[in-house]
């Protein structure tokens, strides 16, 4: 099982912008679709971005569509999430995961320990 650890929240201003990273470490498998979820307290976890392997094939919701991008270096072992023109509603704990590509929680085998990014107005 990849270990996954995410890095690059923290606090920013309405408007601004951040770049989350999950490095893997550990044993890793090629083929593995990798994305990143969000979770606020009281709220379900939620699919915000996905990438495939090759990384030609994409997921995003129109709520973070123009404004968030998801990236990959696989020599790297590293995902990337490029968020842009943040606003308070995006205020939440951001997880990586790696498996076989879903969009429920139960379709990712490997989880970060997760990131928390606040957005205040």
């Known amino acids: 099982q990849v270990q996954l650890v995410e890095s690059g929240g923290g606090l920013v201003q309405a408007g601004g912008s951040l770049r989350l990273s999950c490095a893997a470490s550990?044993?890793?498998?090629?083929?593995?679709?990798m994305g990143w979820f969000r979770q606020a307290p009281g709220k379900e976890r939620e699919l915000i971005a996905a990438i495939s392997w090759s990384g030609g094939s994409t997921y995003r919701p129109d709520s973070v569509k123009g404004r968030f991008t998801i990236s990959r270096d696989n020599a790297e072992n590293t995902v990337y999430l490029q968020m842009n023109s943040l606003k308070p509603e995006d205020t939440a704990v951001y997880y990586c995961a790696a498996g076989r590509g879903s969009t429920i929680v139960a379709g990712w085998g490997s989880w970060g320990q997760g990131t928390q990014v606040t957005v205040s107005s």
């Open positions: 550990g044993r890793t498998f090629s083929g593995y679709a």
